[in-house]
Structure formats: structure tokens, C-alpha cells
């Protein structure tokens, strides 16, 4: 099953508003990351936090991670219609026996509304 | 700068034929994945090189899909023969050094089959 699960499955808003989107997983990480998908394309990295931080910024982007939680949020303030994509999370593991990978969660689709 | 490059970006192909998908990874960059991406879904890791050596490929459907690096740099993902359930965007990426660092798409490849 996918390490990371994202809430909601699809969002939309009005231009101008906030948007939060949320992940949870099951297992310890060593960082987490935010990609972004324009329909068609490939995926963007966004921002990586590692496990022993709590809140990083970028931008419009704000995200936060509670380890004891087992989950992240990504906030985009003031929102665009370029905004308009789907957003994953992608937890980084590392393992003592299968080595390092990145999984990825199912994604949130936001839109934008001008 | 160049991004990852791959090609075709579209292939439509009827059940139990096969197709190969070629990708060549950022300049420099030793670690390569191969993501297969079902619509509405995330990317699910296919194969992870390292250099032209295999680190993952536990999810790798290896009666039909193989992949190989040869010279450590471009790579090819074959199917063969291919099942309705493949069609997909096959999603190539980079990274610097693997392990759970940022990862370098490209724009994908969409296998559409028949």
C-alpha cells in the first residue's frame, strides 16, 4: 500500500484563498517532500523537510511536519489559477535491508477558480 | 541546464504487442527511476538504478517489464507483451546521488493500450 495518503482528494477554491492539503503516513521517515503535476507533465519538486524539522517555507509555500503525528500539511496562500494541479507527497525511507527509496502518495487535484 | 528527456510521449499499441520507452537522466546524475503513473494515481516505482547497477526492482512485473542502463547513463523500459492494464504514463527521473533526495522528472511517456 502507498506510505503516504493525502486529504482531500480534490479541492477547489477561489482565487485569492488559502489551500491546505494534508498528508499522513505509516512508518518513520527521513524527510518528506511535495511534488506538483500539471495535467500532462511530469512532476516538480516543490520542498523537502527532514524529519527533525518542523516548519519550512518557500515562497507561498508553507509546510509543517509532526513525526509524532505521522503527518504533513501543505499550505499555498494566496492562491492563482496557475496554481491548478495535483499536489503529492512522497515519503523518503530509508531501510536498513532494501536500502533508500521515495513512495508517493495518491494526491490531492486543487483548482484554482479566477 | 537540459531536464530529463524521454521519448516517445505517446504510444498506442494493441494487447501483446510490446513497446520500449527511452530516457536519458540529467547530466551527472547516478541514480535513475523508472514510475509508472495510472491515471488518478501516484507514481509507483517501477526500477531504481544506480549507475547501470539495479538498487530496487521489487516492483517490477519481470514477466513482461525489463529495463536495463547499460553504460550508466540513458536507459530503456521494455514491455512485452504488453496487457490492457499497462497503459499508464511511464514516468523517468534523476536524482544527484539517490538515496531520498529531490527527484528530477521528465515529461513522461503515455502507453495507451488496445
Known amino acids: 500500500s502507498q506510505q503516504g495518503e493525502e486529504d482531500p482528494q480534490a479541492l477547489s477554491i477561489q482565487e485569492g484563498e488559502n489551500a491546505t492539503m494534508n498528508c499522513s503516513y505509516k512508518?518513520?521517515?527521513?524527510?518528506l517532500q511535495w511534488y506538483r503535476q500539471n495535467s500532462g507533465r511530469g512532476l516538480v519538486h516543490l520542498i523537502l523537510?527532514?524529519?527533525?524539522?518542523r516548519e519550512k517555507h518557500s515562497g507561498r509555500l508553507r509546510v509543517t511536519l509532526d513525526t509524532s503525528k505521522k503527518s504533513s500539511s501543505l499550505l499555498i496562500t494566496a492562491s492563482r489559477a496557475a496554481d491548478t494541479a495535483s499536489y503529492f507527497c512522497a515519503t523518503g525511507i530509508i531501510e536498513e535491508t532494501s536500502g533508500s527509496r521515495l513512495t508517493f502518495g495518491e494526491g490531492t487535484q486543487l483548482t484554482v477558480n479566477p | 541546464e537540459a531536464g530529463v528527456a524521454q521519448s516517445p510521449r505517446y504510444k498506442i499499441i494493441e494487447k501483446r504487442q510490446s513497446v520500449a520507452f527511452w530516457c536519458n537522466p540529467i547530466?551527472?546524475?547516478?541514480?535513475l527511476y523508472w514510475y509508472q503513473q495510472i491515471l488518478g494515481q501516484g507514481p509507483k516505482l517501477l526500477i531504481q538504478?544506480?549507475?547501470?547497477?539495479?538498487?530496487?526492482d521489487s516492483q517490477l512485473p519481470k514477466d513482461r517489464f525489463s529495463a536495463e542502463r547499460l553504460k550508466g547513463v540513458d536507459s530503456t523500459l521494455k514491455i512485452q507483451p504488453a496487457k490492457l492494464e499497462d497503459s499508464a504514463v511511464y514516468l523517468c527521473?534523476?536524482?544527484?546521488?539517490?538515496?531520498?533526495?529531490?527527484?528530477?522528472f521528465g515529461e513522461g511517456s503515455r502507453l495507451t493500450v488496445l
Open positions: 547530466s551527472g546524475h547516478a541514480t
Open positions: 527521473a534523476s536524482s544527484l546521488a539517490g538515496g531520498t533526495g529531490e527527484l528530477f
Open positions: 538504478f544506480q549507475n547501470n547497477g539495479v538498487v530496487d
Open positions: 512508518t518513520s521517515i527521513n524527510n
Open positions: 523537510i527532514r524529519s527533525n524539522e
